[in-house]
């Protein structure tokens, strides 16, 4: 702990640097994304389908008409203006959804089409919930058919707060890992290394990463890694059913945390590129989706770091499944489902909570326990192979 005492000097710098990248977090969130990509939901119920509201013409209609009485009211004082929002409803309709069951129908937009807007003679604040509504109980007024108002709901609304501490957190694991790096290529001397650079027991050393980058310096390592590769391929397309909706069990990660054992983290993000490339090419009946190469390689590095030139112990198994189950199935993988299907926040809570974490929790120590029993079962073949040092085969303990 002694070496990274020197950030102290830095500390008012590293606090604004949090305090820049929480306030960066915070402002595209509310105001980029939000802005743009939140969407209400106005809800309704009404006898007959009214999916007449995703067509421009309705629209034109409704406000030629609208336009027509207040320009009878100016001369008759009878009839009362109708005031309405001045809606590009052109632009409006081009990402509109209009979806409907025998209880209710849904109309969905963008909220940047309803901003809450300040009167300028009262001073009032008219919310954009009591703008939307107001808005399509006016529109639906001009249908054939009596509807009647249930609802206003806002989806696909993040939570700037939770962005802008995310944000601010990864900042500092970044700045940590620049300050570990700085310290090993500058004061290698102070970071030890076992048996000849046999086992590190630090990545922070400009030795342990020249290791990670040879796996690709001659024709047995390619033979290997391209064994190990097929074999973990023909695992990713036999997935056993696990009861969590479409989520499976597989054996995949055994083989792919094998060749990270040998080749460390560098091989473990190509090869986590790989095998989702060229996985869709073989199987493209799925989705592609870059979210997904990029929790692959993040697998990959995970087994990397954990594993390559370290002791194989049951704790370095758990804390790789704890990374790759909880943060980047769970926590990454449930990102990505969230934007592929556009799911409302609700639903995306469901499927959190229900499916993804409840399946990777539940599985994460006896796949923890099944990739230790593996590595001890092949480390000492590993070894005989010359692909692992003995000095770590030898070393395969529980804690």
Request: overall charge positive; hydrophobic content about 45%.
């Amino acid at each position: 702990m002694k070496k990274f005492m020197f950030i102290w000097r830095y500390k008012f710098t590293i606090l604004m640097l949090l305090f820049v990248f929480f306030l960066l977090g915070y402002f595209i969130t509310e105001y980029m994304y939000n802005a743009t990509q939140a969407r209400y939901t106005y809800v309704f119920t009404s006898e007959q389908r009214v999916d007449e509201l995703l067509e421009e013409s309705f629209y034109t209609e409704v406000f030629e008409k609208i336009d027509a009485h207040n320009l009878e009211a100016e001369t008759d004082s009878t009839l009362k203006k109708i005031s309405y929002a001045k809606i590009d409803y052109s632009s409006m309709l081009k990402k509109a959804k209009y979806s409907t069951n025998d209880l209710y129908h849904e109309f969905s937009i963008q909220k940047k089409y309803f901003p809450s807007i300040v009167s300028s003679t009262t001073g009032k604040v008219n919310q954009s919930e009591n703008r939307i509504k107001n808005y399509f109980n006016l529109v639906l007024g001009y249908t054939e058919y009596p509807t009647e108002f249930e609802r206003v709901y806002l989806s696909n609304n993040q939570n700037p707060w939770l962005i802008g501490g995310i944000s601010s957190g990864c900042c500092a694991l970044v700045l940590v890992i620049l300050c570990g790096f700085v310290i090993a290529f500058y004061k290698q001397e102070e970071i030890p290394i076992e048996n000849n650079a046999t086992i590190f027991t630090s990545i922070f050393h400009k030795a342990y990463w020249k290791n990670t980058l040879t796996f690709m310096h001659d024709v047995k390592k390619l033979c290997t890694i391209s064994v190990l590769f097929g074999l973990m391929m023909i695992c990713k397309f036999i997935p056993i059913p696990s009861g969590f909706g479409s989520l499976g069990i597989g054996f995949t990660y055994l083989f792919f945390a094998t060749i990270c054992l040998i080749y460390g983290p560098i091989c473990g993000l190509f090869i986590g590129f790989c095998s989702d490339i060229i996985g869709y090419f073989i199987q493209p009946g799925g989705m592609f989706f870059l979210g997904y190469t990029l929790d692959a390689m993040l697998a990959g590095f995970t087994y990397g770091i954990c594993f390559y030139k370290k002791r194989i112990t049951l704790m370095n198994c758990i804390t790789a499944r704890v990374v790759v189950n909880l943060f980047v199935n769970v926590g990454l993988g449930s990102i990505w489902w969230k934007t592929i299907y556009n799911l409302n926040w609700e639903a995306y809570q469901t499927y959190v909570l229900l499916t993804s974490l409840p399946k990777n929790v539940l599985y994460l120590l006896p796949q923890s326990i099944l990739l230790y029993l593996l590595f001890k079962a092949i480390a000492k073949p590993l070894s005989s192979f010359g692909l692992i040092d003995e000095r770590i085969s030898e070393n395969v303990k529980l804690f």
